[in-house]
Every structure is written in structure tokens, then in C-alpha cells.
């Protein structure tokens, strides 16, 4: 086998597949898969397709699918682990209705954490430990995809794809990051603990 091939055939592998989603004020949303690598198969994290879409319903059985599709489109070891939303009452809908879908822990979500979200995804990407497909670079030419030019401050209500992108990062690199915070778990056993 030659060694493009080698090299084309270890950058589909990947470790799982996951999608991030998050909502503009627009009720429009943006959706992004994502692989996360191999340790011998760089980099560790690839922005594989991305999609602007209006917010419905079917929007998570369509994301679901498109995982599934990619987890064996990309040899994922692991499948999909699930599109990560916002919102968690949305979660919840979604799970009910068997869905694979999970919460963005809120403490990632909160207006406070939003420098810190950007300073995390900018350090990975100057690491070079964010690849992107040539699909989503395609569709950069086409769309405005304002994650690329994005260089801190408040979150922006009209573009849903630079919350994505950095939530994306966060969730695919970071796990001390988008772990629950140790205050925030002992908070949620308390009110679990009083019911």
C-alpha cells in the first residue's frame, strides 16, 4: 500500500464521532461533527461537516443519523457518543424520544465562562490539535462560518457556529474544562440528596 493511501486510510479513523449544536436568536442553529483521533492517528480532534439549519424538531433524529453515517464512514472504534446541546430541557426531549443526546454542562454555557471557553480552543488550535476535513473547509467558501475569525469577547446572538466550534473544542480536548466543576457536583447531590 502506498504511503497516501496509509496516511488517507489513518485520517478517517478516529476514536468517536460527536456533533455539537448550539442556537442562534434567530430560532436557526448550527450543527458540527466532529471526530475525535487516535493517539497515533493526528491531530486529536477534526471538524469533519458543519450545517446551518433552521431549529425543528426533526433536527436531532437528522443529526443522529448523519452520526451514524459518519461513525462508519470514519472507522470510529467507539460510534457516536451524541450531539451536545445547550439546553438541557432539549436534551431531555431528545433522550425521551431516543435520541442520543446530552446536555452541555451549564457551567460551560454561562456568560462568565465564555473568555475562558475562547482562551481553551484558541490554545488548542495554535497547538495544531484541531484539524478540519477538506468537506468543511469547502463549505467555509460558501457560508459564513464566523468561528475562523471570532477573537474573544460576548457571545454573538446571530452566529451559532462560534458557540459550536468552541463548545466542540472544549468537549473533544479539555476534559478539565467540561467536566462538572467539583462545587457544581456537590450542589447538584444536595438537592438530589433533600428530595
Not at 84 to 97: G, I, M, W
Request: aromatic share 10%; with cysteine; net charge positive.
Amino acid at each position: 500500500m502506498s504511503q497516501s493511501k496509509i496516511a488517507d486510510v489513518k485520517s478517517k479513523i478516529c476514536a468517536a464521532v460527536y456533533a455539537t449544536m448550539a442556537r442562534d436568536a434567530a430560532d436557526g442553529c448550527a450543527v458540527l461533527y466532529w471526530a475525535r483521533g487516535l493517539p497515533d492517528y493526528p491531530p486529536p480532534l477534526r471538524l469533519l461537516d458543519w450545517e446551518e439549519r433552521q431549529f425543528m424538531p426533526s433536527a436531532f433524529e437528522d443529526v443522529d443519523a448523519r452520526l451514524v453515517s459518519l461513525a462508519k464512514e470514519r472507522w470510529a472504534t467507539n460510534g457516536s457518543i451524541g450531539l451536545f446541546v445547550e439546553d438541557p430541557r432539549l436534551a431531555a426531549l431528545a433522550k425521551q424520544r431516543g435520541r442520543n443526546v446530552r446536555p452541555i454542562h451549564e457551567h460551560l454555557t454561562q456568560p462568565a465562562a465564555w473568555d475562558q471557553l475562547w482562551t481553551v480552543a484558541a490554545f488548542y488550535i495554535r497547538e495544531g490539535s484541531v484539524g478540519v476535513t477538506d468537506v468543511a473547509r469547502e463549505k467555509f467558501k460558501s457560508s459564513a462560518f464566523a468561528a475562523l475569525t471570532f477573537s474573544g469577547g460576548e457571545r454573538p446572538n446571530d452566529d451559532p457556529t462560534v458557540p459550536a466550534w468552541l463548545y466542540g473544542i472544549v468537549i473533544g480536548l479539555d476534559a478539565a474544562s467540561a467536566r462538572i466543576p467539583p462545587s457544581a457536583k456537590l450542589t447538584a447531590a444536595k438537592g438530589q440528596s433533600q428530595r
